[in-house]
C-alpha cells in the first residue's frame, strides 16, 4: 500500500527517536485505515499532549492536537456533534492514564464511539523522561532516580473495568497482532482501546539499562505471552512479562444509540 | 385583565440564558453542575434533546469545555455555563480555544470567592480572571447582563460576537441576575440577527484555516468539510502547523490580539442613563447597576446631578466610553462587589484626574441604592 | 410617579413560600400586566430553618430587585420573624400565624394574625395549602393584585390535579382576611 498518500509529507522528518516505537503504530494505524477505505475526509484524529499525541500532525485527516490529556474529551464533543466522523484519539501512558485518567475512565463508561491508541511507553519521553503512571515498580526515570516507589497501572485492565466495548494490549514488535487488534478497535462501535507497548531507548531504556530500541523491541519478542497462557500463572512468573490478547469483545448499545432513545422520548414530550 | 401574551414569562436569569442560547442556535451543551449556574444545565438538559440537539454532562468542568470546543470545530454552536471553582478549572481550554480560533461561549455566574466561597452568595469577584485567567497574551470577550432580558438577549449576543470573530465569549452574569425571576417578553424569533461563522470561499488545496488578511478573521472551514487542516494550541503559522519561526509566530499573536481591539467598536456596549449634566459618574454593571440607577434617581431628586455608565461589555474595557463623558465631572463613583477591579481600571482610563470613590461589598449580599446614594452625594 | 410594592415571605423551608413568591409574582406580571420580580435566599442558611422568597411589584421599572422597604411580610414561623423583620415599614403590615408566631416584635406595624395552618388543617384537611392561604391573604390586604389574576396564576402553576384545592385555600385565605377586616376597619 501506499502510506504517503495519508502522510504529510512536508511535515517530515517526525519528531520521534531513532528506535522509537511510535512510528510503527502510525503504519499499523494507517494499514487498517487504508484496508477499511475509510474516506480520509470522514476521519478525525485528536490528541493530547506528549509524543505520542504528535501523531495527528503527520496524517492528512481532520487532526485536532488538544491540551494535555484532554484529547478524549474534544472527541467527545466532536463525537457527538459529528456522528458521521470516524474518530480516533491517540494518547501516551502520561497524558491518558496520569492528568487525562478521568477523563480516560469516564469516555469508557460512556462507552461512546470512539477508538484510543495509546502508546504506552511508560516514560514522559517528550520532556525527558519523567516517571509515568505506567513505569514500572522500581525503574529509574529523571523524576525516580533512586528507582520507582509506586506501582504501576495496568492500562487495559483500568478499560475494561470502566466498561470499554473493545480492549486490546500488543506490542510494538508483533505487527500483525496489532493490525488486527486496531482493526478491530475501528470496526467496533463504542469505546474501543488498543494499548501498544512501545520502547523508549532514549528517555527509558537508556536509563534502566534495557538497551536501544531494537533490543527491547527483541525483548518484547520474548517476553509477551497470550491472555489464555498466562492464565493460571503466579505472579512471580508473569514479572517482567507482557500479556497480551484481547481482553474484552462484547455488543452494548453505544453513547450514540442511548441519546438518540433521550432524544425520541423528548421530541414526544415536547411536542 | 389582559389575556396573557404568550411571550411574556416570568423567568429566572438562567432560564432566559438556556432560551437565548437555543434561540442563538446553540444546538450542544456540555458542563458540569456547579451552583449557582446549575438551572442552565437542567433546562438545557431537557430542552435540547427535544429539538435534537445534544446535552450531556461531563465528567468535570475540564472536559466540558473540551467537548464545548470539539462540537464547535464539529460545526454545531456549543455553550458551558459554569461558576467561580469551575471557571477556575475551564482556563487553561479557554487559552485553547483563543489560540486555535474556535467559537464558544463560557457562562460564568459569579458567586462569593475565593475558593468555594459562597455558593448561594452574589459576588462580581471575577471580572480580572475573565480577562486574564488563562495565561499568555490573549483577547476576551465578556459581556455583563444586569437583568433577565438582557440575559436573554446577552446569550445571543456572545454567540453571534463568538462566532464573527472566532473567539471564545465570557457572559459574566452574578447570582443575583441569575437567580432572579422576572418579567420578560421574549422578541419575535424572525427579529433576532444570528450570525454564523465566516466558511471559506477557496477549495481545500489552497485554505490556509489561520490566514492573515485584510479582515484578521480567518474563514473556519468546519471538521468533515473536505479540508483536513491541523488544530493546535501551540503557536502556530497560517497553515495551522506548529512553527518556531519567530516572525510567522508574531504575525499570528498579533493578529489573534488585532482582530478584537480593531472592532472593539462593535464589542463594547454600555448604556447612560442621566449622564448629560451630571456632576457625579457612576459605573456600573450586572447587578450592582440596577442599584446604582436606583441611587441616581434618588440622589436627583436630592438636588445632586448623578448620572450612571453601566458597561454592558466588561472586556475589552469601555475606556474610550468613559473618556468621552468623565471631563466635566466632580467624582467617580464606583459600586461593585468585589475589592475595586472595575474602580482600578476605571483610575487607568481616566489617568486619575478624577477621584475614583469605591463602593465594595464582598459579603455576599448586594450592594443597596442607598450604599451606593450615600457615597454619590457626600461631599468627602 | 411609579408605585413599588414590597412582599416578604417568611417561614420554615418546605412550606411553599417560593411557590408563593413566584405565583403572586406571575399574577402581577402576567395576568396583571404590571412588573414584578422574584428572589430567594437559599443555600446552607435556608436549611437552619428560616427561608424567605421575596416578591417587588411596580408599574414602573423595578431595579433594585431586593426588598428594603416592606409593605407586607408574612411570617409562618416565629424564628422567621424574628430574623426577616427588619425592612418592614412603619406603617407596613405583619401577616402572621397566630399560633406559631406569638411573640409579636415591637413596632409601629399593623399586625394581622390569623389562624393560617389551622385552618389549613380544619377546613381543608391539608396542612400543605397553608401557603396558599396565605397567599389568599396577602392578595386581599394588599390589593395589589387582582384576585381572579392570582387564581389564573395558581391554576397554571400548581401540580395537575391540586387545582381544587389550592383555589379552594386561596379563598379560604381572603374569606380569613375579609372577616378580620370586617372586624378591626380598613388597614
Not at chain 1, 519521553?125 to 515498580?137: A, D, E, L
Not at chain 1, 478497535?185 to 494499548?195: I, N, P
Not at chain 2, 469577584?125 to 433577565?148: E, K, N
Not at chain 3, 409562618?76 to 405583619?94: M, P, R, S, V
Request: aromatic letters at 8%; hydrophobic letters at 40%; charged letters at 20%.
Amino acid at each position: 500500500m501506499d502510506y504517503l498518500q495519508y502522510l504529510r509529507k512536508d511535515k517530515m522528518p517526525h519528531i520521534w527517536c531513532d528506535g522509537c516505537g511510535h512510528g510503527i503504530v502510525l503504519k499499523s494505524i494507517l494499514r487498517v485505515i487504508d484496508k477499511l477505505g475509510w474516506d480520509k475526509n470522514n476521519i478525525a484524529m485528536i490528541s493530547g499532549i506528549g509524543c505520542s499525541s504528535r501523531t495527528p500532525g503527520y496524517v492528512d485527516f481532520n487532526t485536532l492536537h488538544t491540551t494535555h490529556g484532554r484529547g478524549l474529551t474534544f472527541a467527545t464533543g466532536l463525537k457527538i456533534a459529528r456522528p458521521d466522523l470516524h474518530v480516533i484519539v491517540v494518547s501516551g501512558d502520561g497524558d491518558a492514564t496520569a492528568i487525562g485518567g478521568n477523563h480516560f475512565i469516564h469516555a469508557a463508561r460512556r462507552n461512546i464511539d470512539i477508538s484510543v491508541i495509546i502508546y504506552n511507553n511508560y516514560i514522559y519521553g517528550m520532556t525527558g523522561g519523567q516517571v509515568s503512571p505506567t513505569t514500572p515498580g522500581g525503574k529509574k526515570a529523571s523524576t525516580t532516580p533512586y528507582g520507582n516507589p509506586d506501582t504501576p497501572f495496568d492500562i487495559s485492565r483500568l478499560a475494561q473495568a470502566a466498561g470499554a466495548a473493545y480492549v486490546a494490549r500488543s506490542t510494538a514488535f508483533h505487527v500483525g497482532k496489532m493490525d488486527r487488534y486496531i482493526e478491530q478497535a475501528f470496526t467496533k462501535t463504542g469505546f474501543s482501546v488498543v494499548e501498544v507497548l512501545t520502547p523508549c531507548p532514549t528517555s527509558y531504556g537508556r536509563r534502566n539499562k534495557e538497551g536501544r530500541g531494537v533490543d527491547m523491541l527483541m525483548y518484547q519478542k520474548q517476553n509477551s505471552i497470550g491472555i489464555e497462557q498466562a492464565k493460571g500463572k503466579t505472579a512471580e512468573e508473569l514479572k517482567g512479562k507482557y500479556i497480551t490478547g484481547v481482553f474484552v469483545d462484547k455488543e452494548q448499545a453505544d453513547y450514540r444509540q442511548r441519546y438518540d432513545e433521550v432524544i425520541k422520548k423528548a421530541s414526544k414530550l415536547n411536542k | 385583565m389582559e389575556i396573557p401574551n404568550p411571550n411574556i414569562h416570568m423567568w429566572q436569569g438562567n432560564v432566559a440564558c438556556a432560551e437565548g442560547a437555543i434561540a442563538a442556535g446553540c444546538r450542544f451543551f456540555a458542563g458540569y453542575p456547579i451552583t449557582p449556574s446549575t438551572e442552565i444545565a437542567e433546562v438545557l438538559s431537557q430542552k435540547l434533546p427535544a429539538i435534537g440537539g445534544n446535552f450531556i454532562q461531563m465528567e468535570d468542568e475540564i472536559a466540558a469545555i473540551g467537548a464545548v470546543i470539539g462540537a464547535s470545530l464539529g460545526g454545531v454552536k456549543a455553550l458551558t455555563a459554569t461558576s467561580g471553582p469551575g471557571f477556575s478549572l475551564k482556563q487553561e481550554n479557554i487559552g485553547f480555544a483563543v489560540m486555535a480560533e474556535v467559537p464558544c461561549v463560557i457562562v460564568n455566574v459569579q458567586r462569593g470567592g475565593p475558593s468555594t466561597g459562597l455558593p448561594t452568595h452574589s459576588a462580581q469577584g471575577d471580572v480580572m480572571q475573565a480577562r486574564w485567567g488563562t495565561h499568555g497574551d490573549h483577547p476576551i470577550i465578556v459581556l455583563s447582563p444586569s437583568s433577565v432580558r438582557e440575559t436573554y438577549d446577552m446569550t445571543i449576543r456572545a454567540f453571534n460576537l463568538a462566532e464573527k470573530y472566532r473567539i471564545p465569549v465570557v457572559l459574566l452574569s452574578d447570582e443575583t441576575v441569575a437567580h432572579l425571576t422576572e418579567k420578560i417578553t421574549i422578541p419575535d424569533p424572525a427579529s433576532i440577527e444570528i450570525i454564523d461563522r465566516k466558511k471559506p470561499y477557496v477549495s481545500p488545496e489552497k485554505y490556509l484555516p489561520y490566514q492573515i488578511d485584510e479582515t484578521d478573521i480567518p474563514a473556519m472551514a468546519n471538521f468533515g468539510e473536505g479540508f483536513r487542516y491541523h488544530v493546535t494550541g501551540l503557536a502556530h503559522d497560517e497553515t495551522g502547523f506548529p512553527t518556531n519561526n519567530p516572525e510567522k509566530i508574531k504575525a499570528q499573536l498579533e493578529r489573534l490580539n488585532r482582530k478584537i481591539q480593531r472592532n472593539r467598536n462593535d464589542i463594547v456596549e454600555v448604556e447612560t442613563f442621566e449622564t448629560e449634566d451630571m456632576e457625579v459618574l457612576v459605573i456600573a454593571f450586572g447587578a450592582t447597576a440596577r442599584s446604582a440607577r436606583r441611587a441616581v434617581i434618588n440622589a436627583r431628586e436630592s438636588g445632586v446631578k448623578a448620572g450612571l455608565l453601566r458597561m454592558k461589555t466588561i472586556w475589552p474595557f469601555p475606556d474610550e466610553e468613559i473618556e468621552k463623558i468623565y471631563k466635566s465631572v466632580k467624582k467617580i463613583v464606583v459600586p461593585e462587589m468585589n475589592l475595586g477591579q472595575i474602580a482600578h481600571e476605571v483610575e487607568w482610563a481616566t489617568r486619575r484626574e478624577k477621584p475614583v470613590v469605591r463602593v465594595n461589598k464582598i459579603n455576599g449580599e448586594p450592594i443597596t441604592p442607598n450604599e451606593i446614594y450615600e457615597s454619590i452625594i457626600s461631599q468627602g | 410617579m411609579s408605585f413599588r410594592y414590597e412582599v416578604r415571605l417568611s417561614g420554615a423551608g418546605g412550606q411553599g413560600l417560593i411557590l408563593v413568591g413566584k405565583v403572586l409574582a406571575e399574577a402581577a406580571a402576567i395576568y396583571d400586566g404590571l412588573n414584578a420580580t422574584q428572589s430567594q435566599s437559599y443555600g446552607p442558611e435556608a436549611r437552619g430553618g428560616a427561608s424567605r422568597s421575596e416578591v417587588i411589584i411596580s408599574d414602573g421599572d423595578i431595579d433594585y430587585p431586593k426588598a428594603e422597604n416592606i409593605d407586607i411580610l408574612l411570617a409562618l414561623t416565629q424564628e422567621a420573624c424574628d430574623k426577616y423583620i427588619d425592612g418592614l415599614k412603619d406603617d407596613g403590615i405583619l401577616l402572621v400565624d397566630s399560633q406559631m408566631v406569638t411573640n409579636i416584635p415591637k413596632g409601629q406595624y399593623k399586625v394581622v394574625a390569623l389562624p393560617i395552618i389551622q385552618s389549613a388543617v380544619e377546613r381543608l384537611g391539608k396542612f400543605l395549602v397553608s401557603n396558599i392561604i396565605a397567599l389568599g391573604i396577602i392578595t386581599k390586604l394588599s390589593g395589589v393584585v387582582s384576585e381572579s389574576a392570582v387564581k389564573h396564576a395558581i391554576r397554571a402553576r400548581v401540580p395537575k390535579g391540586t387545582e381544587e384545592i389550592n383555589i379552594n385555600a386561596f379563598y379560604t385565605g381572603i374569606d380569613l382576611a375579609t372577616h378580620w377586616l370586617d372586624e378591626h376597619g380598613p388597614l
